[in-house]
């Protein structure tokens, strides 16, 4: 009768840790404890080397290209600054940021070309139609696409 007991013990401690009896709001404040600690190892690209801008059918794709820190980087995305709104001289202004890897990896510099990424973002067309031009940011510099007279083509 004992060993059944702690046998049951056992199995209750080894579920207990699978999360069999987590409740569902603490299972959601774990994974948003994760995501956040993914969020935080967003970080810059290093440069950014050019933009570019194509028509959808739903809208625009704003694509840059840039290298990272060093190698290891992944899930590059453009961020837009001011919930998207135009910055004063009138760009709609991105951050261009990528996923770091883990400090643990003690990643290597690497050579550019294998550093490089491209992060793209669909933006619709009301969001650049008063627009000048993209801006988008890394840690070094930004590069400007201007739209010259009436927004984008």
Do not use: H, K, W
Request: aromatic share 6%.
């Amino acid at each position: 009768m004992r060993a059944m007991q702690a046998a049951m013990v056992g199995v209750l401690l080894a579920l207990a840790g699978c999360g069999l009896f987590t409740s569902d709001e603490e299972r959601e404040a774990e994974i948003r404890a994760e995501i956040e600690a993914v969020e935080r190892r967003r970080e810059p690209v290093e440069s950014v080397g050019r933009v570019e801008i194509g028509r959808t059918r739903n809208g625009f794709v704003v694509s840059a290209f840039g290298v990272a820190p060093t190698t290891g980087f992944s899930q590059p995305t453009l961020v837009a600054r001011r919930g998207g709104r135009l910055a004063p001289d009138g760009f709609v202004e991105f951050d261009f940021l990528a996923l770091a890897p883990d400090p643990g990896l003690d990643m290597p510099r690497g050579a550019p070309g294998a550093r490089r990424l491209r992060g793209d973002r669909t933006v619709p067309p009301e969001a650049l139609a008063r627009a000048g031009g993209i801006r988008v940011f890394g840690l070094r510099n930004a590069v400007t696409y201007g739209f010259g007279e009436g927004g984008p083509a």
